[in-house]
């Protein structure tokens, strides 16, 4: 049964086929063919992607061999001086005032 249906959607399709490529013009004919091309050039791409993309996943899912030390403990360190944990900002030498600036407007009438 499995193998007549089989045979019947083969049939169907190709009758289908045959009688868009008589009916349709050349330009709908080069669209259509263009899209099969192209999805079908995508194919291997896919494939290699999935590939290494499942790969990639599995290599990263095992641990790398080595010495349990080679992972590091935490570091917790502890303030036991009286001065505050988080100190300011180192104070700034002090800096003189500003001078003033001299503005020159072009195209403004001088006056002193």
Do not use: C
Request: charged share 10%; glycine share 8%.
């Amino acid at each position: 049964m499995k193998r007549y249906s089989l045979i019947l959607g083969v049939v169907i399709v190709v009758t289908l086929a045959v009688l868009f490529g008589v009916r349709a013009s050349v330009d709908a004919l080069a669209v259509v063919i263009g899209v099969i091309l192209g999805i079908t050039a995508s194919v291997p791409t896919t494939f290699l992607l999935t590939y290494l993309l499942v790969r990639h996943q599995n290599q990263a899912s095992v641990p790398p061999p080595g010495p349990a030390a080679a992972v590091h403990p935490p570091i917790v360190v502890i303030n036991s001086s009286d001065k505050p944990a988080i100190a300011g900002p180192p104070g700034l030498p002090p800096v003189s005032a500003p001078q003033g600036r001299s503005w020159t407007v072009i195209g403004d009438m001088e006056t002193d």
